[in-house]
């Protein structure tokens, strides 16, 4: 669903009304439609992903990291807690809102930010907040990441589940993008709970296995005359040895008409897995991974 505002300016457009009214609505959605409350199935837009190389730089990044997911899934009747006992290979981001500050860049005014409250956390190539962002080969070919208040590309968000790569100190390493990703996790203000969560990781003799933004049959499903859509593997890679949160099974479909009231066709084939990769989801082919329940 769409809501009026600007996410580099919260203050202004995310108000109380909006939360609730907003939660109210997608509760009895939930309800009526049977959709889990949780962050691999209410996302936002700034999680969908691109469907094809070219497009992922462009992708929407609202409601950016002012938005107050937690406080958004206490309206829902669904808070974001432990589901494992400490210790466990997955984990939820949780920071605190209030008390998370990020040093972003790019809102309404020139320069920093104000120091405002908020659901991300960034996310570093080493457990230092001297070291380089965590890099998106999809939004910067350089590798890259930025401050700034539109990039995704090195933020983990409140609710979102990852696989623990690391610990060390007062810091959490999670797999992200195909890559070790630090964050910020002392002791006595813990950012990751500890989950029970299915993940999936590249089948035995996979050196790393293509990653896609949609969930497209094969090429060889289509009749011939449906035309064959754009390849969806996007530019990332799963290497092996990491493993990410699943969020669902999908099959893979593909709906074609050349207008709204001409012949209608699907075409289905293969089954996907969504998976949180990076601050997006993606999909990666059920044939390419194993599952396992880690807690």
Request: a negative charge; hydrophobic letters at 40%; glycine letters at 10%.
């Amino acid at each position: 669903m769409e809501h009026e505002g600007f996410l580099a300016d919260p203050d202004a457009w995310f108000t109380e009304a909006m939360y609730r009214s907003s939660a109210r609505l997608v509760r009895y959605l939930a309800h009526r439609y049977r959709i889990p409350m949780d962050r691999q199935h209410i996302i936002g837009h700034d999680n969908v992903p691109g469907l094809t190389p070219d497009a992922v730089a462009g992708m929407h990044t609202d409601p950016g990291p002012y938005w107050d997911w937690a406080h958004y899934f206490r309206l829902l009747g669904a808070p974001f807690h432990a589901t494992a006992e400490s210790g466990a290979d997955a984990v939820t981001i949780d920071p605190s809102y209030p008390r998370n500050e990020p040093a972003l860049t790019g809102c309404v005014t020139p320069g920093p930010c104000a120091q405002h409250g908020s659901s991300a956390v960034m996310l570093y190539t080493a457990p230092s907040v001297s070291a380089p962002l965590v890099g998106d080969v999809g939004l910067h070919p350089s590798g890259k990441s930025t401050t700034d208040v539109n990039d995704t590309g090195a933020r983990a968000s409140a609710g979102q589940q990852y696989v623990v790569a690391g610990h060390k100190g007062g810091w959490t390493a999670i797999w992200y993008l195909g890559q070790e990703a630090w964050f910020r996790d002392p002791h006595r203000r813990r950012v990751a709970l500890p989950a029970r969560a299915v993940v999936a990781t590249p089948r035995r003799g996979l050196a790393s296995i293509p990653v896609y933004g949609g969930a497209f049959p094969k090429a060889s499903a289509f009749p011939a005359d449906v035309p064959v859509p754009a390849d969806t593997t996007l530019q990332y890679r799963l290497p092996a040895g990491e493993s990410y949160v699943v969020g669902d099974e999908v099959a893979g479909d593909y709906y074609y008409a050349k207008a709204y009231d001409s012949v209608r066709t699907w075409i289905r084939g293969g089954k996907y897995y969504e998976i949180q990769f990076g601050h997006r989801v993606e999909f990666v082919r059920a044939s390419d991974v194993t599952l396992d329940l880690v807690r």
